[in-house]
């Protein structure tokens, strides 16, 4: 496997203001004070970015940073144990067929078994009931194509939580087509302070961006790595998105319900520990808020 780089944090990539146009007249000393105010904002504001820079976790094929600081890390030690595993297999949930065509798949509004679930589930976790559809119907499709992968919907919603919110990263709205209000693209992987440089990859077809690669979707995907794992669909779309994630995360016939598997599924997806074990608080939560929920 060849190690490739995602930038996620979209969209918080300032272009900076045109200078404020220059006083007629000034006080020196007013001058001079306001120049150490300055200088003292810009060694904070440095010291900060060198941290952010300097602590991103090593390249991978899928993602460099962790744009979810809200969500504390588990106390887990990696490889020590697996998420709480409470699958949609396990539910009545299971006679509802994947879909074959996640790019137009709809949210059917309750009209069958994976629907219902996914309502029942965003009632007791908080994630919308159409990421729930398509991260249950990743799980399915695994089941169905790699059952040793044991692969739970609750990791994948993990990680799209930390990815990208579930596809509402930046204010974005998650549709009932499954594409987010607005794209979700990374910043450019132009090989400024603590970016890796990643030339582009797809002339822009994806990302927009026919000089340097962008992570794209909510799963955050390098273009050429979409190429790979996405069937030529839209990463933008969600569906797409998580059965993608789940084809990578199961690559080599890991078994992601095991300890070492899960830890190496997740690692793979973003070598940092920091990384893991959110994804480990996010989806034990999820699976053990989702075990009241039964459908038939």
């Known amino acids: 496997m060849d190690t490739e780089q995602i930038e996620h944090d979209p969209a918080d990539v300032s272009t900076g203001d045109d200078p404020a146009p220059r006083p007629a007249r000034a006080a020196p000393a007013m001058l001079g004070r306001l120049a150490v105010v300055v200088l003292v904002l810009a060694a904070a504001v440095g010291g900060i970015w060198t941290t952010s820079a300097v602590t991103r976790p090593g390249r991978t094929e899928t993602t460099t940073e962790i744009p979810d600081l809200a969500n504390a890390a588990a106390q887990v030690e990696p490889g020590s144990a697996a998420p709480v595993s409470v699958t949609v297999e396990g539910t009545p949930a299971a006679q509802t067929q994947p879909q074959q065509q996640p790019q137009q798949q709809q949210q059917s509004g309750g009209g069958d078994l994976l629907s219902r679930w996914a309502a029942q589930v965003a009632d007791v976790t908080g994630i919308p009931a159409r990421a729930l559809v398509a991260y249950g119907n990743a799980e399915l499709e695994m089941r169905a194509t790699q059952p040793k992968c044991r692969l739970s919907w609750a990791t994948l919603a993990g990680i799209g939580r930390v990815e990208s919110n579930h596809g509402q990263y930046g204010g974005a709205v998650l549709q009932a087509n499954g594409l987010p209000s607005k794209a979700i693209v990374g910043v450019p992987l132009d090989g400024s302070p603590g970016i890796k440089a990643i030339g582009d990859s797809d002339g822009g077809r994806f990302d927009g961006d026919p000089v340097y690669d962008r992570a794209v979707g909510p799963m955050q995907f390098l273009p050429s790595t979409w190429a790979r794992y996405g069937g030529g669909y839209n990463p933008q779309q969600i569906d797409a998105a998580?059965?993608?994630?789940?084809?990578?995360?199961?690559?080599?016939?890991?078994?992601?319900?095991?300890?070492?598997?899960?830890?190496?599924?997740?690692?793979?997806?973003?070598?940092?520990?920091?990384?893991?074990?959110?994804?480990?608080?996010?989806?034990?939560?999820?699976?053990?808020?989702?075990?009241?929920?039964?459908?038939?």
């Open 242 to 296: 998580a059965l993608a994630a789940a084809k990578y995360l199961c690559v080599g016939s890991r078994d992601m319900a095991s300890a070492n598997g899960w830890w190496s599924g997740i690692l793979s997806y973003n070598n940092s520990v920091d990384y893991a074990q959110k994804v480990f608080g996010l989806a034990d939560a999820y699976a053990k808020a989702a075990q009241v929920v039964k459908v038939s």
